[in-house]
């Protein structure tokens, strides 16, 4: 008896404490998540009307200025590089080109060894993607067009592979409304 | 006198070192400097009031049912960590990621509530708990510090070593294998000086 009681009260007070933490930190956790999306969003797309989120926390319909048309989208992807999942936001416009990535950063989560496969974040890797078309982003050794970065195949492929599986899923949003 | 208990975790029983228990997250979160004092903070907070709480309780709880007890109240306390980084610190909760969960079995915090919140005074815990996470912390800082610097050249982040060392680093540091390497070089250290091995 006196161990269901005690094992009762314990609870209680353990859910009683982490209901009050949760309900003051949601808010701001909520703006995190928030702020790493806006900053994506305005880096690929800098001019905007505004935006329609169509799969939730990873596809968003771009409009233009006057929010008549859809001009692109942005969405988010993710690929196992070699440390870890790269997770990068991508976006599109409406001939299907990539016109800009965004790939996390070390502090975001990205995992890959520092000199090898962070290099993936350098301008030089990847300015290779922008007006590239699904078919041409592979690796050259696999009959694309991408240079990969060397001694860091796993990291660049992943990158790769993270924006064409990306467009495949999401290119029907560029159409529909 | 009591106050040996808050001494003897930073070296006669620093947990890492002497005790040899919670290596996973030493060895895992230590590959920067800002990693792992982040990772020492998160664990010291976990550890302190988990002892403090243990120990207040201890008169109440019956034997046979202490071990569920102690994870609950371990793991209130590793969540609610879990929630204030991502709150106000998320760029170091997006870096410990999957390491702040495993607080909640990482051997050092289970291991005092066992070992000694169960059965000394809330404040001799308190003391035992600060003890340890000073000795936890301290060990995996210097571990941080010296992975980072030789592999990356930077300290904090910050550029401290020539360019010439930067491009020809001793890149395995950052792996496991370096982790490896330099937990036994400490451990070696700290036998010569205060074990006369």
């Known amino acids: 008896m006196r161990q269901i009681l005690v094992l009762t009260f314990v609870c209680v007070v353990s859910a009683l404490l982490l209901s009050y933490v949760y309900l003051f930190t949601i808010p701001k956790i909520k703006e995190h998540k928030e702020k790493f999306f806006t900053s994506a969003l305005s880096e690929i797309f800098p001019n905007i009307g505004g935006y329609k989120e169509v799969v939730k926390d990873s596809c968003y319909q771009i409009l233009s200025e006057d929010k008549t048309r859809i001009i692109g989208l942005v969405f988010r992807t993710g690929e196992k590089g070699y440390g870890g999942i790269i997770e990068m936001f991508v976006g599109i416009d409406t001939l299907e080109k990539v016109c800009g990535l965004k790939i996390a950063s070390p502090a975001e989560g990205l995992k890959e060894t520092p000199g090898l496969g962070l290099k993936i974040r350098e301008d030089k890797f990847k300015s290779q993607f922008l007006g590239k078309i699904k078919e041409q982003i592979k690796l050259k050794k696999e009959g694309g067009e991408i240079e990969a970065i060397t001694a860091a195949t796993i990291s660049s492929k992943a990158v790769c592979d993270g924006i064409r599986k990306g467009i495949e899923k999401y290119k029907k949003y560029l159409r529909e409304k | ?197």
């Open chain 2, 1 to 197: 006198m009591r106050f040996k208990y808050f001494w003897n975790g930073i070296i006669l029983e620093n947990p890492v070192l002497i005790l040899m228990i919670g290596l996973c997250p030493t060895l895992a979160t230590s590959i920067s400097a800002r990693d792992a004092l982040g990772m020492g903070i998160a664990a010291s907070f976990v550890l302190i009031f988990s002892n403090i709480f243990v120990s207040a309780i201890r008169k109440i709880v019956p034997d046979n049912i202490r071990i569920p007890v102690f994870i609950i109240i371990i793991s209130t306390f590793v969540t609610i960590v879990d929630y204030i980084l991502q709150a106000y610190e998320p760029d170091m909760y997006k870096v410990l990621g999957v390491f702040v969960p495993l607080i909640v079995v990482n051997c050092i915090i289970l291991g005092r509530a066992e070992a000694f919140a169960y059965r000394y005074g809330i404040f001799d815990s308190f003391l035992d708990g600060l003890g340890k996470s000073v000795g936890f912390t301290l060990v995996i800082f210097i571990m941080g510090t010296i992975r980072e610097i030789l592999a990356q050249g930077t300290f904090f982040g910050a550029k401290i070593m020539p360019d010439i060392y930067i491009n020809n680093s001793l890149l395995f540091m950052i792996f496991p294998p370096g982790g490896f390497l330099l937990i036994g070089i400490l451990k070696a250290i700290i036998n010569k000086l205060f074990l006369n091995k």
